[in-house]
């Protein structure tokens, strides 16, 4: 029963690090496959889903090699098997970050399919458009996707919506074709960027990475690299939600401002101040929140995985606000978590109407997702009295050390894996 315990209540403040963006890490490793030569990734986020891509990436035959905490060194050469096992999928869904590169790479690749999340269905269409575009023949049997090509051309491809995934997938596979791809409304999120300047790095020739047109000039074959990973835009933006939510002030360390640019405008909006520097944002929130309202965006708009620590803020602003989610279905589920901590928001489709309350009271509530776990934490970190937070595993996922970086910013809370310690907890707060 590992699970966060907080008394809420106390304003965080203080300095905190953040860690290399996991979702470009993700991505990252699978392109890392892709040569022969040993490739050295370093600002390596130490979560949950780095590494279990890790595991997967050495079930296939690579040699993977961590020098220190954050830094891994990957060797291709001693691939073997180009099938992705049910059970890294089922943990993982960027495992599929191995079709693009295996496919690129050795023109054949079998990954298990898929299936949805918590945060609603998530087809892969616009990646099979891509890889089929190429020449690719794409077959799903027996639960897996099986991609299969004699030669991969360069081709024009037109996504039918804006898609990190395949923005990211279609680029690999494409990096090893023959002739030039056109990527057109391409996804223009920092990873993306990310992902392209790592391959570039490795010999690739992409171009256009960070708009909605991405070039790739195929090479057929790519060398070994080294390469730190960007900053965290969503992790970055979590810690600074917090020093919103407990009326706080943090200085969050390590990161990109220019990738927080949406998160920062909104904290302005609702009374929070932020001074940035080169690689610092500094937030601080000492008058009372206010209303507005949010929609999410691909980048450079407002981040779906920023949208659950914005309603945690909101559902304290004073006034109404509403909250309009336009890149996944379902995800709201969290908000009934919240009720039960006080908060007032009715949910009807993509959109949540919040009026907000003076104060959370602390309960026991269960973490529905990564992002939405996260935000769920901040709830409590502002309530009253104590909440536990259950299924911390989603948040342990994409956080390195959470609970002991809200710790140093003065969070009362524990990590606990047992009824005595919970208890501990409790009488030690008294
Ligand atoms: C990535 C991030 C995730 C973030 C999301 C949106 C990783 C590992 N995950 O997810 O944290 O919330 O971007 O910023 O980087 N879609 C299709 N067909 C497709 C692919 C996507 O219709 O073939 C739809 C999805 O259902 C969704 C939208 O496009 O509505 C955006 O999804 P996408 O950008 O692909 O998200 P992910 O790459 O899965």
Redesign the pocket.
Known sequence: MEQYVIKGGNPLVGEVEIGGAK?AA?AILAAATMTDETVLIENMPDVRDTNILLQAIKSIGAIVERVDRHTVKINGSQISNLVIADDYVKKI??SYYLIGALLGKYRNARVALPGGCNI????????IKGWKALGAEVKIEHGLIITEAEKLTGSHIYMD??????TINVMMSAVMAEGKTIIENA?K?P?VVDVANFLNSMGANIKGAGTDVIRIRGTGKLHGTEYAIIPDQIEAGTFMFAAAITKGDIMVKNVIPKHLESISAKLVEIGCEIEESDDAVRVVSSKPLTHTQVKTL?YPGF???MQPQMVVALALARGASIVTES??ENRFKYVDEMTRMGADIKVEGNTAFISGVQKYTGAGIVAPDLRAGAALVLAGLAAEGVTTVDDIKYIERGYEDFHIKLQSLGAIMERVDSERELQKFKLKIG
């Open positions: 979702n993700l869904r960027a609603g269905s998530r087809p892969i269409d616009q990646h919506v804006v898609s990190v995934g395949a996804a999120e990873h691909p981040p779906t995985d890149i996944f």
